[in-house]
Nanobody
Framework: QVQLVESGGGLVQAGGSLRLSCAAS????????MGWFRQAPGKEREFVAT????????LYADSVAGRFTISRDNTKNTVYLQMNSLKPEDSAVYYC??????????????????WGKGTLVTVSS
């Protein structure tokens, strides 16, 4: 059974940092782009970041560029999201996703091959 399991969410004060992890199991994702989306209460899901299967290319939403860093370890089948300088507006459920395609497809998140169930991030002011 293929699974993406997120961890690392929690409560943090504004200006703080968190590191999210997404561990994949059930198959190798070394040829998949992996990335993160988020959804705040009452809002639509939005793209956060994605990383190519090789790790040599990344894309970020404008709202997180310069504050968040995505990385991956294919030996561990895991993708990470380092979140620094967190703001209250970063509060959301963060979802991990994987797809064979890297690029513009990630901006709306439609048709991703795999999704995790999410981890909650709450940033207090």
């Amino acid at each position: 059974q293929v699974q993406l399991v997120e961890s690392g969410g929690g409560l943090v004060q504004a200006g703080g940092s968190l590191r999210l992890s997404c561990a994949a199991s059930g198959r190798s994702f070394s040829n998949h782009a992996m990335g993160w989306f988020r959804q705040a209460p009452g809002k639509e899901r939005e793209f956060v970041a994605t990383i190519r299967w090789s790790g040599n290319r990344t894309l970020y939403a404008d709202s997180v560029a310069g504050r968040f860093t995505i990385s991956r370890d294919n030996t561990k089948n895991t993708v990470y999201l380092q979140m620094n300088s967190l703001k209250p507006e970063d509060s959301a459920v963060y979802y991990c996703a994987a797809d064979l395609t890297f690029g513009n497809k990630w901006y709306d998140g439609r048709g991703m091959d795999y999704w995790g169930k999410g981890t909650l991030v709450t940033v207090s002011s």
